[in-house]
């Protein structure tokens, strides 16, 4: 397991190009807002690891949306590749 390094990361996506910074205090490139979410059934097992992540990803200027929704929203979600992240195979 790796210790969260919040320096090296930001070091990682300044030099990806993800450097700007909106006043939202999120990552930009080329206008675009460093940002994806994840669809979760409500009362799913990765609910509490994926609000960990998204604290992460914050303090690093990453946007992070956990969707809590339905498993057939979140199944049409991800067939119609609405969805940007999710964590069922």
Not at 1 to 22: C, H, P, Q, T, V
């Amino acid at each position: 397991m790796y210790e969260f390094d919040k320096e090296k990361a930001k070091s990682l996506l300044d030099r990806a190009g993800w450097s700007n910074i909106n006043s939202d205090g999120y990552r930009t490139k080329n206008g675009k807002v460093f940002h994806f979410f994840m669809p979760l059934s409500p009362g799913y097992v990765a609910e509490v690891p994926a609000e960990v992540l998204q604290a992460q990803l914050k303090r690093v200027g990453i946007k992070f949306d956990i969707n809590v929704m339905s498993g057939t929203a979140m199944m049409d979600g991800m067939t119609n590749l609405k969805s940007t992240f999710n964590t069922h195979w």
